[in-house]
Nanobody
Framework: QVQLVESGGGSVQAGGSLRLSCAASGRTFNIMPMGWFRQAPGKEREFVGAIRWDAGSTYYADSVKGRFTISTDNAKNTAYLQMNSLKPEDTAVYYC????????????????????WGQGTQVTVSS
């Protein structure tokens, strides 16, 4: 069994920054690959970004490209989502998730392609 626990959410003004953490525990595995999603009220869960199994590449949704960065600390078994230049439309509950398939050439972007999920952390950006 794998447990993913997010932290680092909060309230920030537009233009501010937050760093989310996703700590993994349970069955031993590499922290990569890992995906991040978000879900705003009344909307479907959407792909934010992912890091490949070999840390060779990161992938981002167009809406966050250039503002968000995914990284990992293998020693801590933790993934991070650094969010800069936040906008009100970034307000959502953010989730980290483990892809079902470890190796891929194109990043899995659908929630159905992930099996383990964290509990989510709220990010609120005010204008």
């Amino acid at each position: 069994q794998v447990q993913l626990v997010e932290s680092g959410g909060g309230s920030v003004q537009a233009g501010g920054s937050l760093r989310l953490s996703c700590a993994a525990s349970g069955r031993t595995f590499n922290i990569m690959p890992m995906g991040w999603f978000r879900q705003a009220p009344g909307k479907e869960r959407e792909f934010v970004g992912a890091i490949r199994w070999d840390a060779g590449s990161t992938y981002y949704a167009d809406s966050v490209k250039g503002r968000f960065t995914i990284s990992t600390d293998n020693a801590k078994n933790t993934a991070y989502l650094q969010m800069n230049s936040l906008k009100p439309e970034d307000t959502a509950v953010y989730y980290c998730a483990r892809p079902i398939h470890t190796i891929w050439s194109n990043p899995p972007r659908s929630p159905q392609e992930y099996d383990y999920w964290g509990q989510g952390t709220q990010v609120t950006v005010s204008s």
